[in-house]
């Protein structure tokens, strides 16, 4: 790794999507998305529903497997490759997980499983760790979402609220390089999104990389540092801090303008 | 007792519990170990007819639609006498009480672990590769475990239509409860008494089964209702709570 020494300085690009292309069927959803995610930053992707954002962000991590497009993370390729391009050497889906987290809209807890499981066995799963600091893990995570004490709670006796934040927590466990967040807050009832809202905005504090679809037009602006406005499989505009109140995007305004 | 110049005679049936009870703990034993090893069949014919290989779904779903039809007593006596015919081979009736059992009942445990696999929702599967797990871990400790839950109830149905079944295997000569009847009804003539007992014993035998499946439901009920449940995962908990002391 001593040839990556140079990439850990702030602006070391972490992400690269190149002409990510997905149809389902004979409809294709995306066109050929490229997007760049450096490290630490905070990338906020909105747009119409249907316009593809969550099929985006699922070929990142290969939930969704691209017809063609590449996807490099760390210095390394997965997915099946740009057309036409050159043919490199590429990382499994399996291996491209451990460097990605994601939180899905519904939460996906494993609802047989209390909050405390639901973190210790996908640690237990993909590394080697005994039950005991698998679940010690597992607390410490807990408690910095603030729900140690519902260690033993089942997702059914959880709020959505809590549901969100123990799976927030679930996949910080695993120490990934960048989250995903798809409409993290959508599922929610208004009085809950605050508390899942203030988890997120403190993991942005620490550094960690992520790309957030959201309608929180709010929080947003708050945390976006590149901000990537999509329609019908394209990202149709993209700009930095300024892009809520500056995009010359007519598009883009027009649906800001929409859910504000 | 007397009824139209029929003479009842009750006492029979105490008289001779113990090779009743034996005809029953018989029935118990032939349809468990079908139970068993076709719930474990059923799995793979299921997981088969979801595969995605074309050849190998289609197998496993004609294997259903002709077993699902096939009543037991016919594949009794295909497997029993059928198969000696044909390979010079016999099975003990015990042997073939199972086989014919299996063969059937893997084709509904099949169409019954396809539906709950299929009530999973999607979600599950993708968050557990979103963290890395593999397919078959995923199975195993995910999707599994909440198929379970959901087929528990039509396994218990489907166990008590395997005991009644084992009713048809007296035709081959298995010493079960109708076996047991019958050959107490020739000696003494008693039919309304005799099937009067064997009736009770399936209803009574259909009633703690239901009841043994209600009970593992409500132990894989998330959270945990049961009585069984509580004790087994007592030092779970007590290790959760030590863990919350210990970290907050
Ligand atoms: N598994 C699938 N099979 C077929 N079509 C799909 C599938 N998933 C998504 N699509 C289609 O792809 C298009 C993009 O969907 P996607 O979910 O990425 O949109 P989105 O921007 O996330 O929308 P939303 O805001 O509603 O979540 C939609 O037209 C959708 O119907
Ligand atoms: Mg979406």
């Known amino acids: 790794m001593a040839m990556q020494s140079s990439d850990e300085s702030n602006d070391s690009v972490l992400l690269e999507l190149k002409g990510v292309h997905k149809s389902f069927g004979t409809r294709e959803v995306l066109h050929g998305v490229d997007l760049v995610v450096k490290k630490g930053e905070h990338v906020v992707i909105f747009g119409p529903s249907g316009s593809g954002k969550s099929t985006m962000l699922r070929s990142i991590n290969l939930l969704e497997e691209p017809d063609s497009g590449s996807i490099k993370i760390l210095g390394t390729e997965y997915g099946p490759g740009v057309k036409g391009g050159p043919q490199v050497k590429r990382g499994k889906p399996l291996e491209l997980r451990r460097y990605v987290g994601m939180v899905f809209q519904q939460f996906n807890l494993f609802p047989h499983l209390s909050a405390l499981q639901n973190i210790a066995l996908p640690l237990r799963a993909t590394r080697k760790i005994s039950l005991h600091d698998a679940e010690k893990r597992a607390a410490s995570e807990l408690e910095s979402v603030g729900l140690l004490p519902w260690a033993a709670s089942f997702p059914s006796q959880l709020s959505g609220g809590q549901q969100q934040r123990v799976a927030i927590a679930r996949a910080l466990s695993l120490d990934p390089k960048i989250m995903l967040f798809d409409e993290p807050t959508s599922a929610l009832a208004p009085e809950l999104v605050g508390e899942v809202l203030a988890v997120m905005r403190k993991l942005a504090q620490t550094g960690m990389t992520m790309v957030v679809v959201t309608h929180e037009m709010n929080f947003a602006r708050e945390i976006g540092d590149l901000n990537v406005f999509m329609e019908d499989g394209y990202v149709v505009a993209r700009g930095g801090r300024d892009f809520f109140d500056n995009s010359t995007n007519e598009r883009a305004q027009q649906f800001i303008g929409s859910v504000l | ?248």
């Open chain 2, 1 to 248: 007792m007397n009824l139209n110049g029929v003479n009842f005679r009750w006492s029979l049936i105490w008289e001779n519990r113990a090779i009743l009870l034996k005809g029953l703990a018989t029935a118990i034993q032939v349809s468990i170990t079908s139970l068993v090893i076709s719930l474990v069949i059923g799995l793979i014919l299921a997981l088969a007819r979801m595969s995605s290989k074309r050849a190998v779904a289609i197998i496993a779903s004609s294997y259903v639609s002709v077993f699902r039809g096939i009543p037991a007593l016919v594949s009794v006596i295909w497997v029993y006498f059928g198969w000696s015919l044909l390979f010079g081979h016999n099975f003990t009736v015990y042997q073939a009480g199972v086989i014919a059992l299996t063969l059937l009942y893997s084709a509904f445990f099949c169409e019954i672990y396809r539906a709950a696999l299929m009530a999973v929702a999607k979600g599950q599967r993708e968050a557990g590769l979103a963290l890395g797990m593999t397919r078959i871990r995923i199975f195993v400790s995910i999707i599994m475990p909440q198929a379970t839950k959901i087929a528990i109830p039509n396994i218990g149905s489907m166990y008590i239509g395997m005991v009644k079944d084992t009713s048809t295997f007296a035709v081959i000569g298995l010493v079960e409860v109708v076996r047991v009847t019958q050959n107490l009804n020739s000696v003494n003539f008693q039919p309304f008494v005799l099937y009067t007992a064997a009736a009770v014993l399936y209803v009574v035998l259909a009633f703690i089964v239901d009841f043994i499946f209600r009970a593992i439901e409500k132990n894989l009920s998330t959270p945990p209702s049961g009585r069984l449940s509580n004790v087994l995962t007592r030092r779970r908990r007590e290790r959760i709570e030590a863990l919350i002391n210990k970290t907050g």
